[in-house]
């Protein structure tokens, strides 16, 4: 029986490119609606992104950008609400389509279910955004097809701590070797492997120049069989799109398809 179990997704910058044209607008939607006359450029968010999590971005904003602000009592609270607002624009920016998926996921997702892989994501995005972009994007009952949705504040310490991974193969019963997690961040990579888990990284503009040390496979994208991706670490053997066979590879199962080195 091959060793692999369950292929586990990371969401931004993973399943879609989330960030740039979603989170960053709904953030700035948020900020001008309350009237902070703050805006986060597509620049200032590259560096806010080693942040992981949108409330507790908005407030190492606050502390390294913003002396003059003048924190309410409760600012956790204050931070909590103006995060919500923020949710809700997101998800209509996604609602209406505006976020699609990144080459190859939905080939990838649809080839594991057709093969009894078992799905979950890990993300240290919030839930609702989760499900949005799921049922927006691949169908109305996908979120269901995920056995685990572990999202946002369901662990203490988000990315890259590694409590995000493990709380997916306790609820799983399954163990690291087992799994393949997808990511596209160094973040998301040292959360991963640090539970144990070998670990493909799709690349996006803002994770480019990320430390990808460690990773199992370095790719563009995931590819199609006609759009074949750039390996740009690791070995894909002949492949030239990722499919549930060079997974297994990577896990060191036998695969079909000669030229595949065992990781
Ligand atoms: C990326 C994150 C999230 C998003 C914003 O999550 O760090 O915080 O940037 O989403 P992933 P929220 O682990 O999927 O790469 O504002 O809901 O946190
Ligand atoms: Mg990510």
Redesign the pocket.
């Known amino acids: 029986m091959s060793k692999l179990q369950a292929l586990i997704f990371?969401?931004?910058?993973?399943l879609a490119d989330?960030?740039r044209d979603g989170?960053r607008i709904a953030f700035n939607q948020t900020f001008a609606e309350v009237g902070l006359g703050w805006s986060w450029s597509i620049e200032l968010y590259r560096e806010l992104?080693a942040?992981?999590?949108?409330?507790?971005?908005i407030k190492a904003y606050i502390h390294q950008y913003c002396p003059e602000f003048e924190p309410p009592a409760d600012l956790q609270g204050w931070i909590a609400n103006l995060?919500q607002a923020?949710?809700n624009h997101?998800r209509q920016l996604v609602l209406k389509g505006e976020i699609s998926l990144r080459t190859g996921v939905r080939r990838l997702i649809e080839e594991a279910r057709q093969q009894q892989i078992r799905l979950a994501i890990?993300?240290?995005?919030?839930l609702d955004?989760v499900t949005a972009l799921l049922e927006t994007n691949l169908a109305p009952d996908s979120p269901s097809w995920f056995e685990v949705i572990a999202a946002?504040d369901v662990i203490p310490n988000?990315?890259p701590a590694p409590d995000?991974y493990k709380y997916v193969l306790q609820t799983m019963h399954l163990q690291p070797e087992e799994c393949l997690a997808i990511?596209?961040?160094h973040?998301?990579l040292k959360s991963a492997t640090q539970a144990g888990i070998k670990t493909v990284i799709t690349l996006n503009a803002y994770t480019q120049t990320d430390d990808f040390s460690g990773a199992a496979l370095v790719l563009d994208h995931l590819g199609e069989p006609g759009l074949p991706f750039r390996v740009l670490g690791g070995s894909a053997g002949t492949a030239t799109y990722f499919n549930v066979a060079l997974a297994k590879s990577l896990l060191g199962d036998y695969s079909p398809f000669q030229g595949y080195e065992a990781q």
Not at 10 to 14: I, L, M, Q
Not at 51 to 57: L, W
Not at 122 to 126: E, F, G, R
């Open positions: 990371d969401v931004d910058g993973t989330t960030e989170h992104l942040i992981a999590g949108g409330k507790e971005r995060h923020k949710t997101y890990a993300t240290t995005s919030t955004n946002g988000k990315k995000i990511e596209d961040s973040q998301g």
